[in-house]
T-cell receptor
Framework: GDSVTQMEGPVTLSEEAFLTINCTYT??????LFWYVQYPGEGLQLLLK?????DKGSNKGFEATYRKETTSFHLEKGSVQVSDSAVYFC?????????????FGQGTRLTINP | GAVVSQHPSWVICKSGTSVKIECRSL??????MFWYRQFPKQSLMLMAT?????????EQGVEKDKFLINHASLTLSTLTVTSAHPEDSSFYIC???????????????????FGPGTRLTVT
């Protein structure tokens, strides 16, 4: 079945550092790929998404590119802030399923120190 | 933006009792809602898909008689954990699927909005 693997956390960085959180997936066909963020005490929020190969999703300075050849969707940000501290989840939904049946990675806790 | 609430945010119950968790879409209608379970330091696992006016669809390995789902209106789905046991202790998260547009000339666009979760502890 479909699966998502994220780099293990926790990840601790200093403010203004460069961030990469790796995400790889296994799926048949062409899934849609997502990054969700969960701030303390809040529900998951969609951060960005990409629905086809070579698409780049971006939001709030974060970017991720859908790489079919490496089955990856790594999250990057050039300069992190303390407010970016949260848990980040990579996810996919199967081809043709739209926003149905999300399969999540295990989550990566990110802490940014001032 | 679209808001999904859950109630209660945390609950402690005794083994053998039943607990009901509510999931509400506050400013949009959702024909489909999802229930997830999250263990500490682990991923969210989809338990079931809740469709308004029809029976829920459960994922493999989820006991439908233990986790009762009722989607009685377009803004409310409930999850009842029946005869709870300590191994049912977990963080339960719901999401509601919102229709964003499209459908006539192209594919419909949807997005899931998540509730803040309910922490269940069974003693």
């Amino acid at each position: 079945g479909d699966s998502v693997t994220q780099m293990e956390g926790p990840v601790t960085l200093s403010e203004e550092a460069f961030l990469t959180i790796n995400c790889t997936y296994t799926a048949t066909g062409y899934p849609s790929l997502f990054w969700y963020v969960q701030y303390p005490g809040e529900g998951l929020q969609l951060l960005l998404k990409a629905t086809k190969a070579d698409d780049k999703g971006s939001n709030k300075g974060f970017e991720a590119t859908y790489r079919k050849e490496t089955t990856s969707f790594h999250l990057e940000k050039g300069s992190v802030q303390v407010s970016d501290s949260a848990v980040y989840f990579c996810a996919l939904s199967g081809q043709g399923q739209g926003a149905q049946k999300l399969v999540f990675g295990q989550g990566t806790r990110l802490t940014i120190n001032p | 933006g679209a808001v999904v609430s859950q109630h209660p945010s945390w609950v402690i119950c005794k083994s053998g009792t039943s607990v009901k968790i509510e999931c509400r879409s506050l400013d949009f209608q959702a024909t489909t809602m999802f229930w997830y379970r999250q263990f500490p330091k682990q991923s969210l696992m989809l338990m079931a898909t809740s469709n308004e006016g029809s029976k829920a669809t459960y994922e493999q390995g989820v006991e439908k008689d233990k986790f009762l789902i009722n989607h009685a209106s377009l803004t409310l789905s409930t999850l009842t954990v029946t005869s709870a046991h300590p191994e049912d202790s977990s963080f339960y998260i719901c999401s509601a699927r919102a229709y964003l547009g499209g459908g006539t000339s192209g594919s419909s666009t949807y997005e899931q909005y998540f509730g803040p979760g309910t922490r269940l502890t069974v003693t």
